[in-house]
Antibody, heavy 120, light 108 residues
Framework: DVQLLESGGALLQPGGTLRLSCTASGFNFGSYAMSWVRQAPGKGLEWVSA????????YYADSVKARFTISRDNAKNTLFLQMNSLRAEDTALYFC?????????????WGLGTLVTVSS | DIQLTQSPSFLSASVGDRVTITCRASQGINTYLAWYQQKQGKAPKLLIY???TLQNGVPSRFSGSGSGTEFTLTISSLQPEDFATYYCQQLDSSLLFTFGPGTKVAVK
């Protein structure tokens, strides 16, 4: 079975930095694109960033471009999200999600999420 | 950027009802549209991709249709486990995703 386990969420102040991780198992990790999706408390889903299976190409929502960096280590089956210059509006539950294919596509598996709270 | 709208934003229904949710895109997106179900406190679950393809393991009472700018998700006979929030999602030509604002399906 596919399993995705996010970690690294924390409470931190505006302007801070954080690195989220997502450890994958149950599938050939390097063969699939991966994404981060977030959900602010009581709100809808917001796609944050995606990366192709090889890691060669990355994609970002305008709201996080130049502040967040997505990366992956296929040898360790792990996806990362480096978050810099955090703002209160970045407060959310962050999910990692697996695409159906090597390129970004619909998300057929999701983790349980890790909570990031940005507050002074 | 392509925007998605969903209607209605909220609907109340009874078990056995036929339920239809509409998703509209601000520009044509061919059939690059997916539907997800999210229950309170849980991760989303993929129901439909490519506008009309049922994800493995999803009950056949769920169906999707549409292309271009207008899409629908239909639940043919609502079951107790279907009360949830439903989101559409599009993938544009730049490989950037957008989610719709969601439709909450509640018990009448």
């Amino acid at each position: 079975d596919v399993q995705l386990l996010e970690s690294g969420g924390a409470l931190l102040q505006p302007g801070g930095t954080l690195r989220l991780s997502c450890t994958a198992s149950g599938f050939n990790f390097g063969s699939y694109a991966m994404s981060w999706v977030r959900q602010a408390p009581g709100k809808g889903l917001e796609w944050v960033s995606a990366i192709t299976g090889s890691g060669a190409t990355t994609y970002y929502a305008d709201s996080v471009k130049a502040r967040f960096t997505i990366s992956r280590d296929n040898a360790k089956n792990t996806l990362f999200l480096q978050m810099n210059s955090l703002r209160a509006e970045d407060t959310a539950l962050y999910f990692c999600a697996k695409s159906r294919v090597r390129l970004p596509s619909a998300f057929d598996s999701w983790g349980l999420g890790t909570l990031v709270t940005v507050s002074s | 950027d392509i925007q998605l709208t969903q209607s209605p934003s909220f609907l109340s229904a009874s078990v056995g009802d036929r339920v239809t949710i509409t998703c509209r895109a601000s520009q044509g997106i061919n059939t690059y549209l997916a539907w997800y179900q999210q229950k309170q406190g849980k991760a989303p679950k993929l129901l439909i991709y490519s506008a009309s393809t049922l994800q493995n393991g999803v009950p056949s009472r769920f169906s999707g249709s549409g292309s271009g700018t207008e899409f629908t998700l239909t639940i043919s006979s609502l079951q107790p486990e279907d009360f949830a929030t439903y989101y559409c999602q599009q993938l544009d030509s730049s490989l950037l995703f957008t989610f719709g604002p969601g439709t909450k399906v509640a018990v009448k």
